[in-house]
């Protein structure tokens, strides 16, 4: 049971990236998703997450309007996709799946109920 990760790198600021995550063993339409992020020396953090069904999605406020999450259940991919990238989202980006399934809510601040996380994609923002 995992998720694989991949669409990160290294990008110029004012850049965009698509990270993605293909999950393993185990079908995520059951679960709410999200993504976090952990830059050098600070706490990881919840920056984005959607519900089952896609009904509700939530964003850290320092990422709101440049970070879009989205689900494709059929393939058991998720995705982050990021705009207008800053020196400052310079970080390891993981994806987890949360059990709490209700469609109408999903986690950023929850990490204990994450219960299936990514191995991380590190995303580099410099010119």
């Known amino acids: 049971l995992q998720f694989v990760e991949s669409g990160g790198g290294f990008v110029q600021p004012g850049g965009s990236l698509r990270l993605s995550c293909a999950a393993s063993?185990?079908?995520?339409?059951?679960?709410?998703i999200g993504w976090f992020r952990q830059a050098p020396g600070k706490a990881r953090e919840g920056v984005a997450c959607?519900?089952?069904?896609?009904?509700?999605?939530n964003y850290r406020d320092s990422v709101k309007d440049r970070f879009t999450v989205s689900r494709d259940d059929p393939d058991n991919t998720m995705y982050l996709r990021i705009d207008s990238l800053k020196p400052e989202d310079t970080a390891v980006y993981y994806c987890?799946?949360?059990?709490?399934?209700?469609?109408?809510?999903?986690?950023?601040?929850?990490?204990?109920?994450?219960?299936?996380w990514g191995q991380g994609t590190q995303v580099t923002v410099s010119s």
């Open positions: 987890a799946a949360h059990w709490d399934s209700r469609p109408t809510i999903c986690y950023l601040d929850d990490e204990g109920g994450y219960h299936y």
């Open positions: 063993g185990f079908t995520l339409d059951g679960y709410s």
């Open positions: 959607i519900s089952r069904r896609g009904i509700v999605t």
